[in-house]
């Protein structure tokens, strides 16, 4: 059984002797076959006419280093002895195993990853495996998905493989996982990828487990409300024309707009939305008179942005108003985020009476024109 050092430092050591008295000094070399891995103390040993009894000692040390290498053997060589004695000159000595232990650990490590879900199309969720420290020769590690409240296949695929590292440190290999795009009110799903099996005994796993957060975009479900009073009338009545964008979705709704289109037959009088919001007017195009309604930060669940607009009718006929109303947030129900009212105008009549009060009015008119003239 050979010599063991470690590359803590560790030692272990040998002795060489003579068995018969020499004629002259005897000298062997003693050298590594890897000073990487271990080194004797000293290059020499040397017995003399007078000392030849007394064994010589050579003590060998581990050498460190800074790579996952495992245990490696190497050789204490003992060259053939040089004397001026010919029993002894050219004479050879068994050299001598060492194993040098290794000391130095890696570990391998996987990320967390968040992803928003997405409507329709798929999205992608990267995942990232580091390994810490050098490895000679390099590692493998295994990796694979596991269901948590995401489930495949409805909300993500699965996946399995394994990943290859050359051995540097720091190296990194990353996976994908696709996750599946839906319009679904549901709270944030998780699915786990685990690492196992890593090729190297003295690689551990740091961190063997990843969490997939798949963020649901598809709570604000903003839907609006539109209303006119009254909704008929002459030109030159006022009107007021009320917008309402409710939030019914499962979370809240963030930076919501109202856009109402104004036909040319209404005129804009005042715009007051709802505290927070601010209104601006742009100038006619196509026909219509575009009111735009900004509602910055968040709407909660149930809570609502309104905007409440007067008009004044300005042309007979009926007028559609439209409104609409989205956020920054995907929208997983548009039916529900336009609207429409109708303000009908005729134009100013006199009534029946009005026109009897006129003509009497008339008739006396003349009448006095008559008495003034005889007069």
């Known amino acids: ?11 272990d050591s040998f002795t060489i002797s003579i068995d018969v008295a020499p004629s002259a000094d005897v000298s062997i070399g003693i050298s ?18 007078q000392n030849w009894q007394t064994p010589k000692t050579v003590t060998v040390t581990g050498v460190d280093d800074p790579s996952v290498d495992g245990d490696i053997a190497y050789t204490i060589v003992t060259a053939a002895a040089m004397s001026s004695d010919s029993n002894y ?3 050879e000595s068994a050299d001598v195993s060492v194993s040098n232990q290794d000391d130095d650990t890696a570990s391998l490590s996987i990320n967390d990853v968040s992803v928003v879900e997405g409507t329709g199309a798929n999205t992608t969720a990267t995942f990232t495996v580091t390994l810490d420290a050098p490895v000679d020769g390099g590692v493998s590690v295994a990796f694979i998905s596991m269901d948590g409240s995401a489930m495949a296949p409805g909300d993500y695929s699965t ?10 440190a720091g190296e990194a290999q990353t996976f994908a996982v696709s996750v ?5 009110f549901e709270a944030d799903e998780t699915f786990s990828v685990v690492l196992s099996m890593v090729s190297n005994p ?6 063997s487990t990843g969490i997939g957060t798949i963020v649901n975009d598809d709570g604000a479900d903003m839907a609006i409300v539109l209303t006119a009073v009254p909704q008929a009338g002459s030109v030159g009545d006022f009107h007021v024309i009320n917008a309402v964008a409710i939030n019914n979705g499962t979370g809240e709704a963030t930076d919501v707009e109202i856009e109402l289109s104004v036909p040319q037959g209404l005129t804009i009088i005042s715009s007051s939305p709802s505290a927070g919001g601010t209104c601006v007017t742009a100038p006619p195009a196509g026909g219509l008179v575009l009111l735009t309604c900004q509602y910055p930060g968040a709407t909660a669940v149930g809570a609502n942005r309104l905007v409440e607009v007067l008009v004044q009718a300005s042309a007979a006929g009926g007028s559609t108003v439209t409104a609409m109303t989205r956020s920054s947030l995907n929208d997983p129900v548009p ?26 009015l008339m008739a006396l008119v003349m009448g006095v024109g008559l008495i003034r003239l005889r007069d």
Request: glycine content about 12%.
């Open 180 to 184: 599946v795009g839906d319009a679904d």
């Open 202 to 207: 003295r690689v551990t796993l740091s961190r």
């Open 1 to 11: 059984m050979g010599l063991v050092t470690t590359e803590a430092g560790g030692t």
């Open 89 to 91: 000159d050219g004479l």
């Open 32 to 49: 590594s076959s890897d000073p990487t891995e271990g080194t004797a103390d000293t290059t020499m040993v040397v017995f003399t006419p």
């Open 159 to 168: 996946v399995a493989g394994t990943l290859d590292f050359l051995g540097n």
């Open 335 to 360: 039916e529900n985020n336009s609207a429409s009212a109708v303000v009908g105008t005729v134009a100013q009549q006199i009534p029946a009476a009005g026109w009897a009060a006129l003509l009497a």
